[in-house]
Nanobody
């Protein structure tokens, strides 16, 4: 059974840092790309960051570029999203996802077929 489990979310204040984890089971990230998305209630799921597990470039939304960093640990098959200098507008449920998107679909959510359950990140001012 393929499963992605996020962890590391929780309430923080403006300027704080947080690291989200995405542990994969039943799937080896190797040939896949890992993406991070976020969603606010009533809004569409929004792309945050992505990278191909085996290497290649990293992709970031303009709103998080320079503050967020995506990484992975191949030994534990775990992905990470390091979030620094958090703002209230970063408040959302954060999801990790795995897929085999083309470069043209690495940002849209349709490029990913496996999703985690989400972890909440509320940022207070």
């Amino acid at each position: 059974q393929v499963q992605l489990v996020e962890s590391g979310g929780g309430p923080v204040q403006t300027g704080d840092s947080l690291r989200l984890s995405c542990a994969a089971s039943g799937i080896t990230f190797g040939p896949y790309a890992m993406g991070w998305f976020r969603q606010v209630s009533g809004k569409e799921r929004e792309f945050v960051a992505a990278r191909r597990w085996s290497g290649g470039g990293e992709y970031y939304a303009d709103s998080v570029k320079g503050r967020f960093s995506i990484s992975r640990d191949t030994a534990t098959n775990t992905g990470y999203l390091q979030m620094n200098n958090l703002h209230p507008e970063d408040t959302a449920v954060y999801y990790c996802a795995a897929g085999r998107p083309l470069t043209s679909t690495i940002r849209p959510s349709r490029g990913y077929g496996t999703w985690g359950q989400g972890t909440q990140v509320p940022v207070s001012s």
